[in-house]
């Protein structure tokens, strides 16, 4: 994580602000020798959830070493230009793109679990590589998603409220605030996670307090969880807490999304449109997360051939993965997948909290070669058309 004074700079109210504070801070950092392996695509921000803008998103890459990052945040392309903007300054290579759910009604995968811990039939999506010309078309199409999903998110609010006697939570005060829904982010479960953190906190205090409410809710802690609430002083500690909270209040509280997502179909004409790189983004059955609020879960792994047959069907023709989230049993099973149906690999790690590194060690294993050619041509694409496959 980078020092928290630095982080409040570069989160600065406005979007200019923050980019004159960039250009500061980098005259006067020293910043380690740039590792060519490492890369990560799937770098969230503030305009979905995390507590980095653009701008610092950029910035902590460049501080870990990465030779690019990539931008992708939840039902929105809105940070797009400004990290874009960030990494000219900084001197960093950038790709640009978003995260958004597909419906898989009308095809092989109608009403089965993928990719998404909260509802079957609903596939993770995402799409890279935008050209930076198309922004504005993809931030159109998806305004009204993103609409849609606040009424569902009123729903939720309300179900915490009637899990959670006493809490009060607001929409309006204590959710939307957190969030850059003013300015075309996207708002998501974690948001409801980190208001209802950051409510419980207000009323019981960090630590002990905390940890005993949790208890009383029926909430088993790990000693991990334990310590991490322990750990008092954390500036991010509801982040912490919110981890904790939406692995044990999502699926009681979840209302599933339907109009809100549209078809995988209509994703991939979009797409054409605008000539990105929609990609599926696989999972695999879960052990341990990566970003320590996903619960072991099994996913599309018993059914995975499925999945690639609908997805040639659909006319999407990659697949977007995270190396350290899966065992090597899963990588070779899914790798061997993607050649045997033509599909472009990319990579990324999703980053949401502060406690992650932005850094995928996994990609110094020669094998995954294939991910860093795959992010460059990624980079040349959004500048010149260049064909990706």
């Given at each position: ?8 700079r570069?989160?600065a ?10 250009k ?21 921000t503030t ?9 610092a ?13 990539g ?5 929105s392309?809105?940070?797009?230009e400004?990290f874009?903007a ?22 092989r ?14 596939s993770?999506?995402?799409i890279q ?12 199409f ?9 009424t569902r ?35 998501t479960?974690?948001?409801?996670m ?45 982040y ?15 209302v ?13 004409e ?33 059914y ?28 070779e099973?899914?790798r ?20 992650q ?14 991910l ?10 959004e500048?010149?058309g260049?064909?990706?496959?």
């Amino acid at each position: 994580m980078i020092d928290i004074e630095i982080l409040n700079r570069l989160n600065a109210p406005t979007r200019g602000s923050r980019l004159a504070n960039l250009k500061a801070l980098l005259g006067e950092t020293k910043f380690p020798p740039v590792v060519p392996e490492y890369i990560n695509n799937h770098i969230h921000t503030t305009y979905s959830f995390s507590p980095y803008s653009p701008t610092a998103a950029v910035y902590a890459a460049r501080a870990e070493g990465l030779c690019t990052a990539g931008i992708i945040d939840h039902d929105s392309i809105a940070g797009a230009e400004e990290f874009l903007a960030a990494a000219e300054l900084a001197g960093m290579p950038a790709t640009i793109g978003m995260e958004c759910r597909a419906s898989m009604a009308g095809t092989r995968l109608e009403g089965r679990r993928t990719n998404n811990p909260d509802q079957a039939g609903v596939s993770y999506m995402t799409i890279q590589s935008v050209p930076h010309d198309k922004i504005p078309v993809l931030d159109k199409f998806f305004a009204p998603y993103r609409e849609m999903r606040h009424t569902r998110n009123r729903k939720m609010t309300d179900n915490i409220n009637g899990l959670l006697p006493g809490i009060g939570l607001d929409y309006d005060r204590d959710v939307l605030p957190l969030s850059l829904a003013h300015e075309g982010g996207g708002v998501t479960e974690r948001h409801l996670m980190y208001a209802l953190a950051k409510k419980l906190v207000e009323q019981t205090g960090r630590g002990r307090p905390v940890i005993e409410r949790l208890t009383g809710m029926g909430i088993a802690l790990s000693d991990k969880q334990r310590a991490l609430l322990g750990d008092v002083e954390y500036p991010f500690y509801e982040y912490d807490l919110l981890g904790i909270l939406k692995g044990a209040f999502v699926g009681k509280i979840y209302v599933d999304a339907d109009e809100e997502c549209p078809r995988v179909s209509r994703l991939v004409e979009l797409c054409r449109e605008v000539d990105a790189c929609l990609c599926y983004a696989y999972l695999g059955d879960v052990a341990d997360s990566v970003t320590g609020d996903k619960k072991a879960q099994k996913f599309e792994d018993d059914y995975l051939e499925d999945v690639f047959e609908c997805l040639r069907e659909e006319g999407v023709w990659a697949v977007t993965y995270m190396p350290t989230r899966n065992t090597p049993a899963q990588l070779e099973r899914l790798r061997g997948l993607c050649e045997r149906y033509g599909m472009f690999q990319v990579s990324g790690e999703d980053i949401n909290t502060p406690r992650q590194s932005f850094v995928i060690k996994a990609m110094e294993n020669p094998l995954f070669a294939n991910l860093i050619d795959a992010t460059w041509k990624l980079i040349e694409h959004e500048k010149s058309g260049a064909p990706l496959r």
